[in-house]
């Protein structure tokens, strides 16, 4: 009797599992347009995404070419700043403008890329450790204290000097070690979604444990995780120039925000330009990202909707 009610009632709860695709992108469209600060993040990071990609077309140097006799160049509008370097020279005669321009490319491939190693660790212990709870919960859960006990800079510090400096080596540090925010998120939802009635019919069905994770939890669980992992991108992009500011990041000649930053510290009396560039364009990234997020949440979250 009770296996039948269960069936039942899976028709009327299916609805809450599955995804209305049906009108999203007006939705969103929407969404977005009412969210003014996230119209404005969007756009920023469509025009630092383009100027990545076109980064061969609109560099008017190599970044890494350098040209001492034209060393500390103020910008183009300062006097004696010259117009093939719009944003001025740094201390060894290189294009600040150009390396401006490839080092959005390294910010935003370690940002995103570390928030899919990342969520992929977190998604999948999340799911485990709410899912079946028991020991397994407590043994994720107290990895996870353990882990929120250590200030998460030091963890990646820590790997950077053993495993050595390389954008692929920071991708992987970056990932390996902030994947706890998303576990404990995935966890939290699925201990509320594990209970739902459609998650009891499919069981009684039969549906097993990997059909029931995957088809009929995680869904219900990606929209708090796409709102929290764009937000991370931010993060991940100020981990990369911290890591970068202090040696341990992206080397010579790959170019890095942080490393540019490092490069103008000591001169920010005398050639400002050095280190503020990058420093702005850093912030602008970054508050993008915040801004874009804030517009998810908005359309993600059903209780503000």
Known sequence: MSVTIETKTAPSSLPVQSVDRKGWLKSAFKRLVQSKTGAVGMVVLFVIAIIAVAAPVLALHDPAQTNVARKLLPPAWAARGLAEYPFGTDNLGRDIWSRLIYGSRVSLIVGFCSVVVSGIIGIVLGLISGYYGRWIDSLIMRIVDALLAIPTILFMMLFMFVLGPGIGTLIFVIGVTSWVSYARMVRSEVLAVRERDFVRSARAVGAGD????????????????????????????????????????????????????????????????????????????????????????????????
């Open 210 to 305: 990997f059909r029931i994770i995957f088809v009929h939890v995680l869904p219900n669980v990606i929209s708090s995780f796409i709102v929290i992992s764009t937000l991370s991108v931010g993060r991940f992009i100020i981990a990369e120039a911290s890591l970068s500011f202090l040696g341990l990041g992206i080397q010579s000649p790959d170019v890095s925000w942080g490393g540019m930053l490092s490069d103008g510290r000591q001169y920010l009396a005398t050639s400002w330009w050095v280190a503020t560039f990058p420093g702005v364009v850093i912030t602008i990234t970054v508050l993008a990202v915040i801004f874009v997020g804030d517009w998810l949440r908005d359309w993600l979250d059903p209780k503000l909707n």
